[in-house]
């Protein structure tokens, strides 16, 4: 069965910092490329940071230089680590999971954690 399950949002005000976290189970995490979306209330989901099973990673350019993504596989867990956070990065984020498997292509997705930046 798999699980993914966010932790670490909350409120927090602005320049504060938070580290989320994605524990996975039931995947074969160390060759999955792991992202964390995010959406506000009136927008589109959208792709914040995503990791690789090589550690490669790639930025939203709005997040550049205040978030890091970064993944433990012995724990079978990513992290975004948010720092310098802003009114504008309040949102629900997700964790993504994809990956290959025997062929076949999987996506899952966690039940997501709220992010509020106070102003």
């Known amino acids: 069965q798999v699980q993914l399950v966010e932790s670490g949002g909350g409120l927090v005000q602005t320049g504060g910092s938070l580290r989320l976290s994605c524990a996975a189970s039931?995947?074969?995490?160390?060759?999955?490329?792991v992202g964390w979306y995010r959406q506000a209330p009136g927008n589109q989901r959208e792709l914040v940071a995503v990791?690789?099973?090589?550690?490669?990673?790639k930025y939203v350019d709005s997040v550049k230089g205040r978030f890091t993504i970064s993944r433990d596989n012995a724990k079978n867990t990513v992290y975004l680590q948010m720092n310098s956070l802003k009114p504008e990065d309040t949102a629900v984020y997700y964790c993504?999971?994809?990956?290959?498997?025997?062929?076949?292509?999987?996506?899952?997705w966690g039940q997501g954690t709220q992010v509020t930046v106070s102003s």
């Open positions: 993504n999971t994809k990956y290959v498997y025997f062929n076949q292509a999987n996506d899952h």
């Open positions: 039931g995947i074969p995490f160390s060759i999955s490329t």
């Open positions: 990791i690789s099973g090589a550690g490669n990673t």
